[in-house]
């Protein structure tokens, strides 16, 4: 059974950073995707960004310019970095990995809270 182990959350000031990491608890054949995805209370979980293992990378618009996907292929991890975070950012944090047969892996998620 494959774990992803998140990292990183915490609590931050408005315009502050935070970086989450993620790494896989073995090494996974066939990896498509590793990513980022967030849900706040009373939402829709949603895409962050993504990283494919070529190297392109998908933003959502909300955090496009201040967050920053990247990947170690060899390790099987993957870091956001955020920048300039802000309230709307508040939500759990979840790791994804997809695999290019269509298998899906989440972690437990990790706690971003953006308040003075």
């Known amino acids: 059974q494959v774990q992803l182990v998140e990292s990183g959350g915490g609590l931050v000031q408005p315009g502050g950073s935070l970086r989450l990491s993620c790494a896989a608890s073995?090494?996974?054949?066939?990896?498509?995707?590793m990513g980022w995805y967030r849900q706040a209370p009373g939402k829709q979980r949603e895409l962050v960004a993504d990283?494919?293992?070529?190297?392109?990378?998908n933003y959502a618009d909300s955090v496009k310019g201040r967050f920053t996907i990247s990947r170690d292929n060899a390790n099987n991890t993957v870091y956001l970095q955020m920048n300039k975070l802000k309230p709307g950012a508040t939500a759990v944090y979840f790791c994804?990995?997809?695999?290019?047969?269509?298998?899906?892996?989440w972690g437990q998620g990790t706690q971003v809270s953006v308040s003075s």
């Open positions: 994804n990995l997809r695999t290019w047969s269509g298998k899906r892996y």
């Open positions: 990283i494919a293992t070529g190297g392109s990378t």
């Open positions: 073995r090494n996974i054949l066939g990896i498509y995707t």
